[in-house]
């Protein structure tokens, strides 16, 4: 029930090492795998589970990796780019945790959400995070115009993703639609060597040169 994931080594804190044994891998799988030894426990089918969530899965079929939980192995959820149930799937399996009273520890990992809000120098007392904007550009262009007038109404920080080839047709109708005054932050490739985050107003947003957003994972964040 184990699989070995490339790459997993770099995502394993400390607390996870100090929590989970080797041979709690092998009483679960029966196949020992020496490259986790001493460093992972019983999570079940990780890279197929994490398949299954993004595929909208129904409660039967995540009640599948209650098994191990059940018998009291540790369990790790991990993303392969973002932070779990966080505008990541994750959500279901954490609430069926909950519905049978297995404990549940979170782990603070980066999350471009929320490490592009404390660097954007907007309100982050009051913020709200709306997931992806509409697709079709007459209705996004209204939703930009309504959240701009709720984070004016409620001095509230708007956030807000892009699947990254919108990129660019979101930021030219931000640009073009919000007021001169309304602050607009960037968040590009965050956590990555080329990392860009900044904070303007449209005013100023308008005099830069134009900026490239295209296929680059993008955080945006306003407020009027």
Same mark, same amino acid.
């Given at each position: 029930?184990?699989?070995?994931?490339?790459?997993l080594?770099?995502?394993?804190?400390?607390?996870?090492?100090?929590?989970?044994?080797?041979?709690?891998?092998?009483?679960?799988?029966?196949?020992?795998?020496?490259?986790l030894?001493?460093?992972f426990?019983?999570?079940?089918?990780?890279r197929?589970?994490?398949?299954?969530i993004?595929?909208?899965?129904?409660?039967e079929?995540i009640?599948?990796?209650?098994?191990?939980?059940?018998?009291?192995?540790?369990?790790?959820?991990?993303?392969?780019?973002?932070c779990?149930?966080?505008?990541d799937?994750?959500?279901?399996?954490?609430?069926?945790?909950?519905? *049978? %009273?297995i404990?549940? &520890?979170?782990?603070?990992? @980066?999350?471009?959400?929320?490490l592009?809000?404390?660097?954007?120098?907007? +309100?982050?007392?009051?913020?709200?995070?709306?997931?992806?904007?509409?697709?079709?550009?007459?209705?996004?262009?209204?939703?930009?115009?309504?959240?701009?007038?709720?984070?004016?109404? *409620? %001095?509230?920080?708007? &956030?807000?993703i892009?699947? @990254?080839y919108?990129?660019?047709?979101?930021?030219?109708?931000l640009?073009? +639609?919000?007021?001169?005054?309304?602050?607009?932050?960037?968040g590009?490739?965050?956590?990555s060597?080329?990392?860009?985050?900044?904070?303007?107003?449209?005013?100023?947003?308008?005099?830069?040169?134009?900026?490239?957003?295209?296929n680059?994972?993008?955080?945006?964040?306003?407020?009027?």
């Open positions: 029930m184990i699989k070995q994931i490339d790459g080594y770099s995502v394993l804190t400390a607390l996870i090492k100090e929590h989970v044994t080797s041979s709690e891998i092998e009483d679960w799988d029966k196949t020992p795998i020496p490259e030894s001493g460093y426990a019983a999570v079940c089918e990780l197929g589970f994490l398949d299954d993004i595929n909208n899965p129904s409660e079929e009640k599948k990796f209650l098994p191990p939980l059940l018998k009291g192995f540790h369990v790790g959820l991990l993303s392969d780019s973002g779990p149930a966080v505008a799937p994750g959500a279901k399996m954490v609430a069926l945790a909950h519905q *049978n %009273n404990r549940v &520890i979170p782990m603070t990992g @980066p999350s471009s959400i929320y592009a809000l404390m660097a954007s120098g907007l +309100n982050g007392q009051q913020f709200k995070f709306h997931g992806y904007l509409p697709s079709d550009k007459s209705e996004r262009i209204k939703k930009i115009i309504s959240i701009e007038n709720e984070s004016k109404k *409620n %001095n509230e920080t708007q &956030i807000f892009e699947t @990254p919108r990129n660019q047709h979101v930021y030219n109708d640009i073009e +639609n919000l007021r001169e005054q309304t602050k607009l932050c960037i590009l490739n965050i956590t060597e080329n990392e860009f985050i900044l904070t303007k107003n449209i005013r100023d947003w308008k005099k830069e040169i134009a900026t490239d957003l295209k680059k994972p993008c955080v945006f964040l306003l407020q009027s």
